[in-house]
């Protein structure tokens, strides 16, 4: 392992991922110095997770002096590469790192990486399911990255016949020269425009996931997906594949035939799962059970380990999550929904008559397209936060006898819940899949999530 001993280290912002990082560079000896925007009366949570340890913590703005003591900077998930204090960084030819590349140098055994513009922590977690299944004591897999916990945090716990499966998202990737040795890009569509600009340039940093591979690596990705696909061209190792329909002849890949899914290696077909095996609601689950089953095979893992990482998964937090029946409408939280496109997955996984919460913070990406479906499918809008007047625009003037029947416009998400629960009835879905970030009133997701779910459960 690189020696930390003496380097000084900047890592900008104090979250999840930044805390994790100067837990580990403190322990093998590194001066730390933690850099976050937000006054210090907001951080002393944070600050009490590092008690005791030798790190230096600096509030309020991102003043580029620090620099001039700095041998290292290392980014949060959150830290743009556009504010003064990192493009100063880059012009004086400082390195710019972040956890996930520090992880990736040490780590002493085989990686899974997974990323894409949704399903990623889905297909992770049913990776890691079926990991946990097909890996044996004393050996052991280990699920992290941009879910869970950083696992820089057990980085010397971790043995050279473990196997280790990470979620990276785009911001990670885009500092990011070492590739995991299977690479997993789901799917590439617009998302995170705010932070990267173009499409191109949010694919690029997708892509790094697969760049810096060897031949003897193995990259799958979603053959359904043009954003994914397009990138078989750039796979240095083996390519494995998932979609819904059966790969070309010669080609390895999951499919979907006659509810069952089923492995195409070479001129065989081996049967994975049947299709009433999973839990999880909507097509995009299944290409999400797909691609698990790809990346398993990939892996290596038995057949009977991937169906039992599948059977009786009900999903995760946020994501399609079922609250309650109340009045006889069912409530689903789907925070995890911060692009329009998501939300569209979520309306698609529903036949009953829907109730939808939009809102949030805009990322900067269209919403004519969910606004055509909802015309389509939804009978009650419910909008709230910061991208209010963005979908309200996207949605139109409402036409008596059309869809939305009604249309709400609430400024935040717990009177949303009240005008959500006044115009529901028995039979109804009521569905909050945002389509925008939290950020507008919570620090994440998993917050909105949570406060959504204690909303809704007080209701009576």
Same mark, same amino acid.
């Given at each position: ?15 999840? @991922? ?8 403190? *322990?093998?000896?590194? @001066?730390?110095?933690?850099? $976050?925007? *937000? ?16 790190? *230096? ?29 990192v ?7 400082l ?22 513009s ?69 799917n ?11 499409l191109?340039?949010?694919?690029a ?58 492995? @195409? ?29 790809a ?9 009977k ?6 059977? $009786? ?12 029946t109340? =009045?006889?409408?069912?409530?689903? =939280? ?17 036949? =009953? ?10 990322k &900067? ?13 939804? &009978? ?15 949605l139109?003037?409402?036409q008596?006898?059309? *869809?939305?029947y ?37 620090? $994440? ?16």
């Amino acid at each position: 392992m690189k020696s930390w001993n003496g380097l000084r280290i900047l890592i900008l912002g104090g979250a999840r @991922q930044g805390l994790a990082l100067a837990r580990f560079l403190a *322990r093998h000896g590194a @001066q730390v110095t933690i850099n $976050d925007q *937000r006054p210090a009366e907001q951080m002393q949570a944070a600050q009490a997770l590092l008690h005791g340890m030798p790190v *230096r913590w600096v509030f309020g703005s991102h003043p580029t002096s620090l620099l001039d003591e700095t041998d290292l900077v290392c980014l949060s998930g959150g830290i743009p590469l556009t504010i003064p204090l990192v493009i100063e960084a880059s012009q004086r030819g400082l390195p710019i790192s972040n956890d996930s590349q520090i992880f990736m140098e040490a780590v002493p055994c085989r990686v899974i990486g997974i990323t894409g513009s949704a399903g990623k922590t889905t297909t992770t977690t049913l990776v890691g399911r079926m990991a946990a299944s097909a890996i044996q004591a004393p050996h052991k897999s280990w699920v992290g990255g941009n879910i869970g916990t950083p696992l820089i945090d057990h980085l010397e716990e971790i043995s050279s016949s473990d196997l280790v499966i990470l979620e990276f998202s785009s911001f990670q990737l885009k500092q990011m020269t070492i590739s995991p040795q299977i690479a997993a890009v789901l799917n590439i569509t617009p998302n995170h425009l705010d932070r990267h600009g173009t499409l191109e340039a949010y694919t690029a940093a997708k892509a790094r996931l697969l760049a810096f591979q060897s031949p003897t690596g193995i990259a799958v990705l979603g053959r359904d997906d043009p954003g994914a696909w397009n990138l078989a061209g750039q796979v240095l190792g083996r390519l494995v594949s998932f979609g819904l329909s059966r790969p070309l002849a010669g080609q390895t890949g999951s499919f979907y035939q006659h509810g069952r899914l089923v492995m @195409q290696d070479g001129p065989k077909d081996i049967d994975l799962i049947a299709h009433n095996l999973i839990q999880l609601r909507g097509e995009h689950n299944l290409q999400n059970v797909l691609a698990a089953s790809a990346i398993a095979w990939a892996a290596g893992f038995p057949v009977k380990d991937m169906q039992e990482g599948v059977k $009786d998964f009900a999903g995760v937090a946020h994501r399609l999550e079922f609250i309650r029946t109340l =009045n006889g409408a069912d409530w689903f =939280n789907d925070s995890i929904a911060t692009a329009p496109e998501r939300t569209m997955a979520a309306i698609h996984s529903f036949d =009953n008559p829907l109730v939808l919460l939009l809102g949030g913070r805009d990322k &900067d990406l269209p919403w004519g397209d969910l606004a055509d479906l909802v015309h389509q499918r939804v &009978d009650h809008v419910v909008i709230f936060g910061e991208a209010a007047e963005k979908i309200l625009q996207a949605l139109g003037t409402s036409q008596p006898g059309y *869809r939305p029947y009604t249309l709400a416009h609430c400024s935040g998400l717990q009177e949303a819940v009240q005008a959500a629960a006044a115009v529901a009835e028995p039979g109804d879905v009521i569905l909050l899949s945002p389509g925008g970030t939290s950020f507008d009133e919570f620090k $994440d997701f998993e917050e909105r999530g949570e406060c959504f779910r204690t909303w809704v459960n007080q209701l009576s």
